[in-house]
């Protein structure tokens, strides 16, 4: 292995053209130049300097070494440049997991303000949390941005630590002509309707299936869709009623209003990441940005209509 201090003396040296230059250079002593190049040579078994008078110069065999070490040195001090913006968070790929409607939202304008104001840069995926835990425990992903509700905590796995981005009211939607629509809405007042939910396997489906229960009775599911703004639609439609998260309210449709249950729920919303990557600067960076653009956005979202 070339050592690396006497190859940046050897291309000073083809930089410089005198041992006193590049001894001033490095602050040390013209000997100590001398003796070093003198190791190299002796390292390499090739005659890279020669005597041309008083002055040493180089010979063909330590142009080209000095040429390839001008290339080495380049290298190292862009890898240098690179590793301090690391460490201070301004540079890096990472693979950040998001369910739909924080990637549509706050995770979008955390996407933004990195591109703008960092060299951070992101790949998006947009599982649902428990696939997203999984594909950090697996290393398919480096940041998640995961969810849970009041009544349906969820336990980040071992080797997974999380932090609270933000916490949100999730709303009763209702046909605002229907005679159980008020600012304020008893659900076990709703056991006689159709619902509109997610699909059973899914943490949102949960939390609608635990909240019914808990006022006495099972929802009657009618229609299924993952997607809350179809789900605001067909509430529109009077298929039903529903609960929805604010963050997945992008405007209400005509003729639906938002009600707060009597007995509250919210949607927490956490980012999540490995262990090993506490301390990280581009984690840390995107989890502050991530907690700053959610924040936003809960604070813009829909509230309930009387």
Not at 163 to 170: G, H, I, K, P, T
Not at 221 to 244: C, H, K, M, N, P
Not at 260 to 277: E, K, N, W
Not at 283 to 291: H, Q
């Amino acid at each position: 292995m070339i050592d690396v201090r006497k190859l940046r003396m050897l291309a000073d040296l083809d930089r410089l053209g005198t041992i006193a230059a590049v001894a001033e250079e490095l602050q040390l002593t013209a000997p100590g130049i001398s003796m070093q190049l003198s190791a190299l040579e002796k390292e390499l078994g090739v005659t890279l300097t020669e005597r041309q008078g008083r002055r040493l110069a180089l010979t063909p065999a330590g142009r080209m070494l000095a040429e390839h070490g001008r290339d080495v040195l380049d290298r190292l001090s862009l890898a240098e440049l690179e590793v301090e913006s690391l460490r201070l968070g301004r540079a890096g790929t990472y693979r950040l997991a998001a369910f739909p409607s924080a990637a549509r939202t706050f995770v979008a304008d955390t996407w933004r303000h990195l591109s703008e104001h960092s060299g951070i840069q992101l790949n998006l995926s947009t599982p649902e949390p428990a696939e997203a835990l999984a594909n950090l425990l697996s290393g398919l992903s480096d940041v998640a941005v995961v969810h849970s509700y009041s009544n349906v905590p969820r336990r980040l796995p071992d080797g997974i630590v999380g932090r609270r981005l933000v916490s949100e009211r999730v709303w009763l939607a209702i046909r605002a002509d229907d005679d159980a629509a008020a600012p304020m809405v008893d659900i076990a007042d709703l056991s006689e309707h159709s619902w509109v939910a997610p699909q059973a396997d899914l943490t949102c489906y949960e939390m609608v299936d635990r909240a019914c229960g808990l006022a006495g009775f099972r929802p009657r599911v009618v229609a299924e869709s993952v997607d809350f703004a179809a789900q605001l639609e067909l509430v529109a439609a009077g298929a039903g009623v529903a609960l929805v998260p604010g963050l997945t309210v992008p405007s209400v449709p005509e003729g639906v209003t938002l009600c707060a249950p009597t007995l509250p729920l919210q949607r927490h919303i956490d980012v999540a990441y490995r262990s090993s990557l506490r301390g990280d600067a581009g984690v840390e960076r995107i989890a502050e940005v991530l907690a700053a653009t959610a924040k936003d956005h809960v604070r813009r979202t829909p509230t309930a209509h009387a």
